[in-house]
Antibody
């Protein structure tokens, strides 16, 4: 059974940092592109970043480019999102999703507020 | 960026009746590899999204056959042949052909 479990969310002040993690199991993690997608409270879905299986090919949405860094550790079957210079508008549920966004985790909530 | 436009945004449907959601993209979703990367998702209240359809018309494992996807180029449709109570939620289309990936605004399906 495919499982994606996000962690690391919480309350942070504007300008602060957080690192999200996503632990994957039940599939060959090393073969899949991985993604982060977020959803602001009461809003729709926004793709924010993807990383190819080797880790060498990375893409970001303009809204997070230069502030967020996606990475993966294939030895640990884990995906990460380092979030710096956080803003109020980054408040959202953050989901990791595998491959062609086929499987999703349960999400981790990030709240940016003073 | 590719803009994905869904209609309607609200869809009240009686149980057992069909439902249809349209999704239009601002440019063709045919990838250079020949595939159209158009997905459909449903998000039930309080839950994570679940992919229902990938590459326009392929149902994911466990998705009932009352769900079907069709379309090509820039016009796509998700159809539910007979709506059941468990189908309530918000439906999103998403294109994975062009960076950045983009989602439609969402269509809220409710039982009439």
């Amino acid at each position: 059974e495919v499982q994606l479990v996000e962690s690391g969310g919480g309350l942070v002040k504007p300008g602060g940092s957080l690192r999200l993690s996503c632990a994957a199991s039940g599939f060959t993690f090393t073969s899949y592109t991985m993604n982060w997608v977020r959803q602001a409270p009461g809003k729709g879905l926004e793709w924010i970043s993807s990383i190819r299986s080797s880790g060498s090919d990375i893409t970001y949405a303009d809204s997070v480019k230069g502030r967020f860094t996606i990475s993966r550790d294939n030895a640990k079957n884990s995906l990460y999102l380092q979030m710096n210079s956080l803003r109020a508008e980054d408040t959202a549920m953050y989901y990791c999703a595998s491959g062609l966004v086929g499987y999703w985790g349960q999400g981790t909530l990030v709240t940016v507020s003073s | 960026d590719v803009v994905m436009t869904q209609s309607p945004l609200s869809l009240p449907v009686a149980l057992g009746q069909p439902a249809s959601i349209s999704c239009r993209s601002s440019q063709s979703l045919v990838h250079s590899d020949g595939n159209p990367y158009l997905n459909w998702f449903r998000q039930r209240p309080g839950q994570s999204p679940r992919r229902l359809i990938y590459k326009v018309s392929n149902r994911d494992s466990g998705v009932p056959d009352r769900f079907s996807g069709s379309g090509s180029g820039t016009d796509f449709t998700l159809k539910i042949s007979r709506v059941e109570a468990e189908d309530v939620g918000v439906y999103y289309c998403m294109q994975g052909t062009h960076w950045p990936y983009t989602f439609g605004q969402g269509t809220k399906l409710e039982i009439k």
